[in-house]
C-alpha cells in the first residue's frame, strides 16, 4: 500500500510539473507567431543591407573608374583611348532618371572644352526631348569637369559630341 501511495504520488508529481510547463495550444501558436515575424523582420533588414551594400559598391565601382579614366587607364591598368575616359568619366557621374519620365530617345550633347578639360559650353542639337534627361547630363557633364585631356596635345579636339541613351538600371 505504502508502495503504491508512493507510486501514485510520484505520478501526480510528474503530471503536474508536466502541465505547469506546458503552453496551452493558444500560447504555443501565438510564440510560434512572433517567432516567425521576427525572423521575416530580420529577413527583411538583411534584404535592405544587401541592397545599400551593392549600391555602394556600384558608387565605388563608378568612383573608381572615373578615376582611372582621368588617369588614363581602367581599373585593371589597361591604357583607355581618349574619348573613352571622357564618357566613362561623364557616365560614373551620370544619375539617370527613370526611363518612364525620359522616354527612350537619347539625346546628343556637343561639349566644348579647353586644352585644361574645363568644360566650356553644353549644347543639345537636335534640341533634348525630355527636360529631366537634358538636366541629368549637363548635371553629369558639370560634375565631371575637367574632363581628360590627351597625354598626346595633336589627338585634341575642343568640341566633344556624344549620345546619351537613358536605360533602366538592372
Known sequence: MKRTLAL????????????????????????DGAVA???LRQLQ???????EARRKAEDAERRLAA???????????????????????????????????????GCTASIVID???????????PA??????????????IKSSPLPVPDDSSQFTNKIVARFVPQDEA
Open 45 to 51: 533588414q538583411i534584404r535592405v543591407l544587401r541592397a
Open 37 to 39: 515575424d521576427e525572423r
Open 67 to 105: 578615376l582611372s579614366a582621368k588617369r588614363g587607364v581602367r581599373p585593371d591598368g589597361t591604357a583607355i583611348s581618349w574619348p573613352e575616359a571622357i564618357i566613362t568619366v561623364i557616365n560614373s557621374n551620370w544619375i539617370r532618371p527613370p526611363i518612364a519620365e525620359t522616354g527612350t530617345t
Open 115 to 125: 586644352r585644361s578639360g574645363q568644360v566650356m559650353s553644353i549644347d543639345f542639337k
Open 8 to 31: 501514485a504520488a510520484s505520478i501526480l508529481l510528474v503530471v503536474f510539473c508536466q502541465s505547469s510547463f506546458a503552453q496551452s495550444p493558444r500560447e504555443s501558436s501565438e510564440a
Open 128 to 141: 533634348c526631348n525630355s527636360d529631366p534627361l537634358k538636366h541629368s547630363i549637363e548635371n553629369a557633364i
